[in-house]
T-cell receptor
Framework: DGGITQSPKYLFRKEGQNVTLSCEQN?????MYWYRQDPGQGLRLIYY???????QKGDIAEGYSVSREKKESFPLTVTSAQKNPTAFYLC????????????FGSGTRLTVV | SQQGEEDPQALSIQEGENATMNCSYK?????LQWYRQNSGRGLVHLIL?????REKHSGRLRVTLDTSKKSSSLLITASRAADTASYFC???????????FGSGTKLNVKP
């Protein structure tokens, strides 16, 4: 079955560490997105990519980095520069052309310990 | 910010009743979407309505769009306990495939 897979489901980070969240899709979608969700709040766009080897900053890109070397994969690195990284991170993908809606992964909950 | 704002923030109803959630946004859009999120899970796409459409239906869901008022509503008819979730609207504006999400309406359907 086609879908989008995020791993790990839970991640704990120590102060000063970089961590990488994985996002893989087998839907043959061109576009991929990373959103951050804080408790009781909506989603805020971190980065997005519409084609391989190209990505754009969203509204809250500071302290995060991404790569898009393969169509299927869009990993997100939370760097030590991100001062408040504890949140729920959601990856999504969409087909190119007229929008039909996003397909979301099941999320990664990141906690700083 | 282009983010849509949902209203109410929380809604509690009895099973079998209808639930109506509203979304308002600030600038002209091309498309508006509604999503459902069960607690601790990813979002599930429910319905997309284009700026030249006024109403769409999908099963027990009815979405309306009023571009003159910059608002949309999601109606869930004959609600079930399984409809308990948060519901988000998402709007695009400068980029067809980049959507901004509101903070959601938390719906509780009591059995």
């Amino acid at each position: 079955d086609g879908g989008i897979t995020q791993s790990p489901k839970y991640l704990f980070r120590k102060e000063g560490q970089n961590v990488t969240l994985s996002c893989e899709q087998n839907l043959n979608h061109d576009a991929m997105y990373w959103y951050r969700q804080d408790p009781g709040q909506g989603l805020r766009l971190i980065y997005y990519s519409q084609i391989v080897n190209d990505f754009q900053k969203g509204d809250i890109a500071e302290g995060y980095s991404v790569s898009r070397e393969k169509k299927e994969s869009f990993p997100l690195t939370v760097t030590s520069a991100q001062k408040n990284p504890t949140a729920f991170y959601l990856c999504a993908s969409s087909a190119s052309g007229p929008p039909l809606g996003y397909t979301f992964g099941s999320g990664t909950r990141l906690t700083v310990v | 910010s282009q983010q849509g704002e949902e209203d109410p923030q929380a809604l509690s109803i009895q099973e079998g009743e209808n639930a109506t959630m509203n979304c308002s946004y600030k600038t002209s859009i091309n498309n508006l979407q509604w999503y459902r999120q069960n607690s601790g899970r990813g979002l599930v796409h429910l319905i997309l309505i284009r700026s030249n459409e006024r109403e769409k239906h999908s099963g027990r869901l009815r979405v309306t769009l009023d571009t003159s008022k910059k608002s949309s509503s999601l109606l869930i008819t004959a609600s079930r306990a399984a409809d308990t979730a948060s519901y988000f609207c998402a709007t695009d504006w400068d980029n067809f495939n980049k959507f901004y999400f509101g903070s959601g309406t938390k719906l509780n359907v009591k059995p």
